[in-house]
Protein backbone atom coordinates (compact mmCIF):
# COMPACT_ATOMS: atom_id res chain seq x y z
CA UNK A 1 0.00 0.00 0.00
CA UNK A 2 2.91 2.70 0.81
CA UNK A 3 3.77 2.39 -3.28
CA UNK A 4 0.22 3.79 -3.84
CA UNK A 5 0.03 7.73 -4.05
CA UNK A 6 -2.43 8.93 -1.35
CA UNK A 7 -5.75 9.08 -3.53
CA UNK A 8 -5.48 6.11 -4.91
CA UNK A 9 -8.55 3.79 -4.14
CA UNK A 10 -7.74 0.80 -2.10
CA UNK A 11 -10.74 -0.53 -1.00
CA UNK A 12 -14.17 0.51 -2.49
CA UNK A 13 -14.74 3.21 -0.04
CA UNK A 14 -10.67 3.62 1.39
CA UNK A 15 -7.89 5.37 -0.46
CA UNK A 16 -4.58 5.07 0.13
CA UNK A 17 -4.65 8.37 2.24
CA UNK A 18 -7.49 6.84 4.74
CA UNK A 19 -5.51 4.01 5.42
CA UNK A 20 -2.15 5.63 6.24
CA UNK A 21 0.05 5.73 3.34
CA UNK A 22 3.09 7.27 4.46
CA UNK A 23 5.11 9.68 1.55
CA UNK A 24 8.38 9.94 4.26
CA UNK A 25 8.77 6.34 4.04
CA UNK A 26 8.38 5.97 0.15
CA UNK A 27 11.28 9.06 0.00
CA UNK A 28 13.60 8.52 2.51
CA UNK A 29 13.71 4.82 4.09
CA UNK A 30 12.38 2.59 1.31
CA UNK A 31 14.69 3.98 -1.10
CA UNK A 32 18.11 2.97 1.22
CA UNK A 33 16.40 -0.51 2.24
CA UNK A 34 15.49 -1.69 -1.86
CA UNK A 35 18.53 -0.75 -3.43
CA UNK A 36 19.76 -4.23 -5.24
CA UNK A 37 22.56 -6.60 -4.58
CA UNK A 38 24.38 -5.56 -7.41
CA UNK A 39 24.57 -1.59 -6.55
CA UNK A 40 27.59 -0.34 -4.97
CA UNK A 41 26.10 0.25 -1.48
CA UNK A 42 23.17 -2.57 -1.34
CA UNK A 43 20.36 -2.38 1.02
CA UNK A 44 19.86 -4.65 3.54
CA UNK A 45 16.29 -6.54 1.85
CA UNK A 46 18.89 -7.55 -0.46
CA UNK A 47 21.69 -8.86 1.54
CA UNK A 48 19.03 -10.91 3.42
CA UNK A 49 17.68 -12.16 -0.35
CA UNK A 50 21.11 -12.90 -1.41
CA UNK A 51 21.85 -15.10 1.79
CA UNK A 52 18.54 -16.50 1.40
CA UNK A 53 19.51 -17.37 -2.41
CA UNK A 54 22.76 -18.55 -1.53
CA UNK A 55 21.95 -21.23 1.25
CA UNK A 56 18.84 -22.46 -0.41
CA UNK A 57 16.34 -21.27 1.81
CA UNK A 58 13.42 -20.41 -0.03
Same mark, same amino acid.
Given at each position: ?????? $? *????????? *??? $??RDE?????? *?? +?????????PGK? *??? +??????? $??S
Amino acid at each position: MNALPA $G *APVDSCFTA *ADL $GVRDEWNDRKF *AK +LSRPYSDDKPGKL *AYA +LEYKRAH $GLS
